[in-house]
C-alpha cells in the first residue's frame, strides 16, 4: 500500500470514529466496515493491474477476469453478513464502500500524477 494511501486510510477512519463518537449512533460503523472494504477493493484492483501489465494479453484478461469474480466475492460476502446480523448498518456500508473506493482512487491518482511529473523533471 501506497504511503498516502495509508494515511487516508487511517485519516478517515479516524473521522469515522471520531462520528460516531459525537453522535452516539452505532449505525455509523456500517461506514467505517463499507470504508475499509471499499479501500481494500482498490488497493486489490491496483496491486492486480500492475501483475498484470507484465503479462500477454491473454493471460493478463484471464487473470483479471478471475480476480474480478474475488472481488465482488469478497464485496458480496461482506454485505451479506452485514445483511444478516446488522440490517440497520446496511445504507452507512453502501456510502462506506463509496467513501472508502472514491478516496482510494484520488489518492492513487494524486500519486500517479506525482509520478509522471518526477518522471518529467528528471528527464
Given at each position: 500500500m501506497i504511503k498516502s494511501s495509508f494515511i487516508a486510510l487511517w485519516c478517515g477512519t479516524a473521522c469515522i470514529l471520531l462520528g460516531i463518537a459525537?453522535?452516539?449512533?452505532?449505525?455509523?460503523?456500517?461506514?467505517?466496515?463499507?470504508?475499509?472494504?471499499?479501500?481494500?477493493?482498490?488497493?486489490?484492483i491496483r496491486r492486480e493491474t500492475l501483475r498484470s501489465s507484465e503479462l500477454d494479453v491473454n493471460s493478463?484478461?484471464?487473470?483479471?477476469?478471475?480476480?474480478?469474480?474475488?472481488?465482488?466475492?469478497?464485496?458480496?460476502?461482506?454485505?451479506?453478513?452485514?445483511?444478516?446480523?446488522?440490517?440497520?448498518?446496511l445504507l452507512s456500508l453502501a456510502v462506506g464502500i463509496a467513501i472508502g473506493v472514491i478516496v482510494s482512487f484520488i489518492?492513487?491518482?494524486?500519486?500517479?500524477?506525482?509520478?509522471?511529473?518526477?518522471?518529467?523533471?528528471?528527464a
Open positions: 459525537g453522535t452516539g449512533h452505532q449505525v455509523l460503523f456500517g461506514s467505517l466496515v463499507g470504508y475499509w472494504v471499499g479501500f481494500i477493493y482498490t488497493e486489490w493478463a484478461l484471464k487473470r483479471m477476469r478471475r480476480n474480478l469474480v474475488s472481488r465482488l466475492g469478497m464485496v458480496t460476502l461482506v454485505v451479506v453478513v452485514v445483511a444478516r446480523f446488522r440490517t440497520s448498518w489518492t492513487v491518482a494524486i500519486h500517479r500524477i506525482n509520478e509522471e511529473r518526477s518522471d518529467k523533471r528528471s
